[in-house]
């Protein structure tokens, strides 16, 4: 079992950065692949970005790409989602997740356990 917690969130205005944690209790991600996905009022869960354990091979949405950066942080058992040049349509819960699979971390099937989420809100 896998325990996930987001932190990180916030109001912040556009064009603005914040940093979210995604950090694991129960088991660490030494096994796991980690994606941060982002749901915004009335519309799906979305993918953002992947990092795979065993590789450290990242993958992004093409919405995202340029302006957020995820990595990790083995020691801590934390992954970090990095995101400048934030917009308006960049407010969502975004949540992590982590995977056993090295492949196919886009799609949320691919992926075991789940956080809560934390709010992120871009606006003037």
């Known amino acids: 079992q896998v325990q996930l917690v987001e932190s990180g969130g916030g109001l912040v205005q556009p064009g603005g950065s914040l940093r979210l944690s995604c950090a694991a209790s129960?088991?660490?991600?030494?096994?796991?692949?980690v994606g941060w996905f982002r749901q915004a009022p009335g519309k799906q869960r979305d993918f953002v970005a992947g990092?795979?354990?065993?590789?450290?091979?990242?993958n992004y949405a093409d919405s995202v790409k340029g302006r957020f950066t995820i990595s990790r942080d083995a020691a801590k058992g934390t992954v970090f989602l990095q995101m400048n040049g934030l917009k308006p349509e960049d407010t969502a819960v975004y949540s992590c997740?982590?995977?056993?699979?090295?492949?196919?971390?886009?799609?949320?099937?691919?992926?075991?356990?789940w956080g809560q989420g934390t709010q992120v809100t871009v606006s003037s």
């Open positions: 990092i795979s354990w065993t590789t450290g091979n990242t």
């Open positions: 129960g088991r660490t991600f030494s096994s796991y692949s």
């Open positions: 997740a982590a995977s056993p699979k090295t492949y196919g971390l886009q799609y949320r099937l691919s992926y075991d356990y």
